[in-house]
Each structure stands twice: as C-alpha cells, then as structure tokens.
C-alpha cells in the first residue's frame, strides 16, 4: 500500500497535543493516562522520522512487531516468511518511486494490516502514479512465484504456503480500490473501476466479516464520491490506457493461476 505524506500536515506534528479538563473518577483518570501516552507517542514518531537512523529503526522495530505477533497466530518461520513477501512488496512501490523520481519513505509495518510506504511527492501524473502503485503487486508476485519455484524443489509444504499466501495478498492488493494498490492502477484506465472495487470488497465483508475490510471501505470512500473528478490530472491517451488494462488483467490473471495451482500442490 502507498500513502501519500500530505505536506499540510507536517507542520503540525511537532505541536503539543491540548489535553482537556480532566474528568472526575476512574475513567477521567484513566482518559488522562491514555491522552499522556498518545502525546508521547506521537513526539517518539516524530523524532524517529525526523534522524535518518530513527527512520530505519522505525522500520526495522515495526517489522520484527509485526513478526512477533504473527508468530502468534502461525509460527515464527511463516510469520518470517510472510513479513519478507510484505518487504518485499514495498521495496517494488519503492523502487518505482525511485525510477520515476518521486521521493519515497521508508517502509513501515502495521500487524493484521500489512504494510505503507510514504510517496512524499504528492502529485503525480496518472501514469506515473500507476506505475508506482503496479510496482508492488509486481515485484511481490516475482518474490511469491520464486518461492513456489523453490518450494516445488525442496518439497517444502512452507515455502508452498508461503507463495499460495503471497499470490492470494497480491490479488487482494489489486482490487480497483483506492487505497489499495488496484485503485491507483484502475485509475489510468477506467474512471468506473472503483465500482467493481466496492462491490468485491462489499462481499468480501459479508463473506468474511473482517474488520479491515470495512477500514479500506471507509478509507475508499472520499476518494470515490469526490465531486468533479480530478480536473488537474491529464487524460491518457487511449493506446495507453488498453496498455495498462492488459497489464492490470494480465497480473490479476496470472495472480489467480498462481492461488490455483500453489493450492493444487498444497493439497496433494
């Protein structure tokens, strides 16, 4: 996932959050502990971001979190494993960002969310902004088939779950929904794509009741009920626009061959 670093809003990370009036009992006691920790939590980001080696550790501090507790839920080797696939996913939007001269941050990791990375340029012609946003979905596919690859070599049922996993996250990724990944590549072809996108998500929340789900919905929608558009971005051209729908189906197409045949080999 890519977020845009919105520069109206640096200038006020280093204010001092207002606390209000404490309440009277427990819960204002309580209120007052959580709001304290919330202000020094925000000036620790800060700092962080603010040294070149805060932003690595912030990184690095976040990816071994986010390890730890997916350790939890399936053991240390997937939750390595996984979170690698996750890097990697982000190193892609990174490296496109890069190629195409866009500053990019550093990645950082969310648990049972996945992963951003900031684009600190925030705008962006509508080809350069898919090609950023393909990056990802692309360099993760190349990461998860070469896990099946060597998988399939060792006879390895970790590896194979590994890439049945990451085939599946990068599908998800290119759902034609802001802000995922798909959203942003949808957008250079087709300005109805987020339709499709709300439905699949809709029933995806049905289906699963996810909660995350219902977040990249709330977080869809000022983008798709915007009114007039985006009159200051260009309209591509039409030879460019096929180019990105095949290359957007094509991904999709293959991504799904990949879930298919990893969950073949997984079950023999």
């Known amino acids: 996932m890519i977020s845009e670093q919105r520069p109206e809003l ?3 990370r280093d204010q001092i959050p207002r ?3 404490p309440k009277k009992g427990v819960l204002g006691i309580v209120s007052g502990i959580l709001l304290l920790a919330l202000g020094k ?3 620790l980001l800060f700092l962080l971001k603010a040294v070149p080696a805060g932003k690595m550790l912030l ?3 976040s990816m071994f979190a986010m390890i730890a507790l997916e350790a939890t839920r399936s053991g240390l080797p997937f939750a390595a494993g996984f979170v690698v696939l996750i890097l990697i996913h982000e190193l892609g939007h990174g490296y496109a960002m890069r190629k195409h001269g866009v500053s990019a941050g550093w990645p950082i990791f969310i648990p049972f969310f996945g992963a951003m990375i900031a684009m600190k340029q925030r705008h962006v012609d509508r080809n350069t902004e898919a090609e950023i946003a393909f990056g990802g979905p692309y360099v993760g596919t190349l990461a998860s088939l070469g896990a099946a690859a060597l998988g399939m070599y060792l006879q390895s049922r970790l590896l194979m779950s590994l890439a049945y996993t990451g085939f599946f996250l990068n599908l998800f990724n290119l759902t034609p929904l802001s802000p995922l990944d798909g959203g942003r590549v949808a957008q250079a072809f087709s300005k109805k794509a987020w339709i499709v996108g709300l439905v699949v998500m809709a029933a995806l929340l049905l289906a ?6 219902l977040l990249v919905i709330v977080l869809a929608l000022p983008r798709v009920f915007r009114k007039g558009g ?3 971005r260009e ?3 039409e030879h460019v626009r096929q180019s990105w729908a095949i290359r957007y189906f094509g991904l999709c197409g293959f991504l799904a061959l990949g879930i298919y045949f990893s969950g073949v080999l997984l079950h023999r």
């Open 235 to 237: 309209e591509l051209s």
């Open 19 to 21: 606390v209000p009036e």
């Open 41 to 43: 939590l925000k000036g």
């Open 208 to 213: 699963t009741g996810t909660p995350q789900l």
């Open 230 to 232: 985006e009159p200051d």
């Open 59 to 61: 990184t690095a501090g």
């Open 10 to 12: 640096e200038s006020n």
